[in-house]
Each structure stands twice: as structure tokens, then as C-alpha cells.
């Protein structure tokens, strides 16, 4: 039975970029099913503007905070600086019971950082990821050790992520083991004969063809590497007629000055603006084979079904290769080419990876999150036994 309590908790969501919004999203959701318990503030720090106002208006989300940050061409210590001295301004003025971040952004860290300086509370959704590797990815590694030190309490994936966790020094009380959420937003996207709003989509789909879909854009990728990538692309396509390579370019002009310069006015390669999360995440169902170097895309494309090729050298989510579900194959044209190869002439190859049961958990994570939150404000006795993770084995 829910204990008497009078004051609700003010929870803020604090978030800036198209990946933090997809997965924080299910959690804000949930956190609205209880208003007389839960007080929601909505604050953006708009890290990324034009891809996370497409995410806002998918979702519907009506920030009551938004600091527009972005300035073109902006550092990594002009974001953490400028949210820094907007976030303590926010804090003060609202004073809310509990911070939320998801996962390893700038305005993740920088979210995290403003809290701990005002003496907030922390929650971590996505906690315990890691490659040892510093500046793999980068600036994400950092991001995402320095959240640890601040965070109270840590919302893991999966228990790999407990066991890292634990090992630093985290007391195993304050973390809670509840899948990864981006696998609840999946779910709540998927349509049945979805209609894209990009005719090619549609033309190009169909049983005859193999769909390759590519995304890319970590630092680590720019320049040269990405440039192989574009190289194998083409060699894929020429090879492969049946195969139609679907790749929605990201925004940053870094990326799209290479991309168009190598894969522009390709027959089958087909070059796409950023699809907003419904379509995206209905075009990874269509898909054959996935090229990403995306950390969401890995842990998205196991449920669906559908084998990754992870476009790095190290990954922070190895849960995903370890079981087989991914390979790792960086930016190598000959290792790309000969695991398309593979995956496209052996139906066994394929299955191997394609029917692998995806370890991030059952899209019940944002229930997990929030019950878990109100169980440590005292709103709830204890914890409901069917929200309780069935990953939660550490």
C-alpha cells in the first residue's frame, strides 16, 4: 500500500540532443501516470536543436524549460559552460527533489554536475556502460564515468553494466537493474504497414530487395574513416544489385560534406534527411542487415531481429556482440564487405545473429525507473514484484 505523503516530487528531466530525448521519453511518459505523487519539469538545454525539436514534436513532449544553448560551431566547453550557468540559474528557481540525465552526453554530464552543485539528488538513466578506452568514444567515456561520481542513484541496462558499476566502487543499493528504456520507445513506435514519408522508402521496399540501412557519425569516424565507409558503400552496391542502402545523414556538416561528396546521385544508395524516431524505428524493422556506429541502434536492432555491424573498434554495449547479435568491424572495407558477404548469402550466418534473443530488456524500463523513484521517496511500500527486472540477477 502506498504510504501517506503530502509534497509531491518535483523531478527534472534534464535533456539536449535526438538520442537522450528517444530514450528519456518513456520515462517522462510514465512519470505522468502518477500526478498526485510526481511533479514533472521538462528542461532542454537544445545541445542538438533541429534533431531534438523533431523528436519533441513526435512525442509530443511540451518543455517547460528550454535554454537554447546551441550556437553554430560550438566547442564541447562552450555547451558544458553555458548549460552549467543556465542549469544553477534553473536549480535555484525551481529546487526540484531530483535530477534525471540519460545516458553520456555533454548536456548529460554537464546536467549531472549543475545538480551536484546545488546538493540535488541524481539519477542516472543508462548507467554502467563502458570500454576503458578514454577517448573511445569520445567525449562519451568521461561523460559517462564522471556521471557515476555524481549520481545517487544508477539505472542500469543490463547487469554487465552492474558488474562495472560495482567494481567502481558503487554501493550495489543504489543501483537498479531495468533494461534499457530506448527498448520501450521501440515498442511504443511500430506500426503495421507504415507509409514513409519519403516515397523512395516506399518505392524501394519490397520482398525482391535487401535493405542495408547506415548511419554514422561519431567523432572517431570523421574524415578518413567515414570516407572508407562511403568507398565500401559503393562497392556494395555495385556488387549487390538487389541490395538498396538506405542512409539518413546526420546534420553535422562534417559528415554531410563527405557523405554527398562520395554518395550522391547513387542508383541504390539512397541518401535521406534524419527520420524522425517513428520512422526510423519502422525502417530498422524493414531492414536486412544494419551499419551503425549508433549506441542506441545497437541495442534497438537485437529486438527487431536484425544483425548489426558496428561501424567502431570498441563499443560500450558488448552484451550485443557477446551474444552474437553484432559484430564488430570498424571502419575495414574488406571486414565490411566480407560480413555483408555472409550475411547476405548464408541464410545460417544470418540466423546465428538475427535470432538472438536481445538482452536489454522487455520495455518495461521507465515503469522500473519511476516505481523504483517513488519507492525511495517513500510513495510506495515497496517495490510491485512484477516491475522488479527479471535481469535484476547480480
Excluded at 539505472?155 to 543504489?174: H, I, S
Aim: aromatic share 8%; net charge neutral.
Amino acid at each position: 500500500m502506498p504510504k501517506k505523503t503530502e509534497k509531491k516530487i518535483k523531478v527534472a528531466f534534464v535533456f539536449g540532443t535526438r538520442p537522450e530525448s528517444i530514450k528519456i521519453y518513456p520515462v517522462i511518459k510514465e512519470a505522468k501516470e502518477y500526478p498526485h505523487w510526481i511533479e514533472p519539469v521538462i528542461i532542454l538545454t537544445a545541445q542538438h536543436r533541429e534533431m531534438l525539436d523533431q523528436m519533441i514534436r513526435l512525442f509530443q513532449i511540451q518543455p517547460d524549460i528550454d535554454l537554447g544553448i546551441m550556437e553554430h560551431g560550438q566547442s564541447l566547453s562552450q555547451i558544458n559552460s553555458s548549460t552549467l550557468l543556465k542549469l544553477e540559474k534553473v536549480f535555484k528557481d525551481i529546487q526540484p527533489d531530483m535530477v534525471l540525465v540519460q545516458g553520456d552526453t555533454t548536456t548529460a554530464f554537464s546536467g549531472a554536475l549543475a545538480a551536484f552543485y546545488q546538493k540535488i539528488k541524481i539519477g542516472h538513466i543508462e548507467a554502467g556502460l563502458r570500454t576503458f578506452k578514454k577517448y573511445y568514444p569520445f567525449p562519451e567515456e568521461i561523460n559517462r564515468r564522471l556521471i557515476t561520481v555524481l549520481a545517487d542513484y544508477h539505472f542500469t541496462p543490463t547487469p554487465l553494466a552492474v558488474k562495472w558499476l560495482v567494481e567502481e566502487g558503487v554501493d550495489r543499493e543504489n543501483i537498479f537493474i531495468t533494461g534499457n528504456t530506448v527498448i520501450d520507445a521501440l515498442i511504443l513506435m511500430q506500426e503495421d504497414n507504415f507509409q514513409f514519408k519519403d516515397s523512395r522508402i516506399n518505392r524501394f521496399t519490397g520482398p525482391e530487395k535487401k535493405i542495408l540501412l547506415v548511419t554514422i557519425h561519431r567523432r572517431e569516424n570523421w574524415g578518413e574513416p567515414l570516407e572508407k565507409v562511403c568507398q565500401t558503400l559503393i562497392e556494395i552496391e555495385q556488387k549487390h544489385k538487389n541490395v538498396v542502402v538506405f542512409f539518413p545523414v546526420h546534420k553535422n556538416p562534417i559528415i554531410r560534406e563527405v557523405v554527398y561528396k562520395y554518395l550522391k546521385d547513387k542508383e541504390n544508395i539512397i541518401l535521406l534527411e534524419p527520420l524522425d524516431y517513428r520512422e526510423m524505428a519502422n525502417l530498422m524493422a524493414l531492414s536486412t542487415i544494419i551499419l551503425t556506429d549508433s549506441g542506441g541502434i545497437q541495442e534497438e536492432a537485437p529486438a527487431l531481429g536484425k544483425p548489426v555491424l558496428i561501424l567502431r573498434t570498441e563499443t560500450e554495449r558488448p552484451e550485443v556482440v557477446n551474444i552474437g547479435a553484432a559484430r564488430l568491424v570498424g571502419t575495414d572495407p574488406s571486414t565490411i564487405c566480407r560480413e555483408v558477404e555472409l550475411l547476405l548469402k548464408s541464410p545460417d550466418y544470418y540466423n546465428k545473429m538475427a535470432l538472438q534473443k536481445s538482452p536489454y530488456g522487455d520495455g518495461l524500463a521507465a515503469k522500473r525507473i519511476i516505481h523504483y523513484i517513488l519507492y525511495q521517496y517513500n510513495y510506495l511500500a515497496e517495490l510491485p514484484a512484477e516491475f522488479v527486472s527479471p535481469l535484476d540477477i547480480c
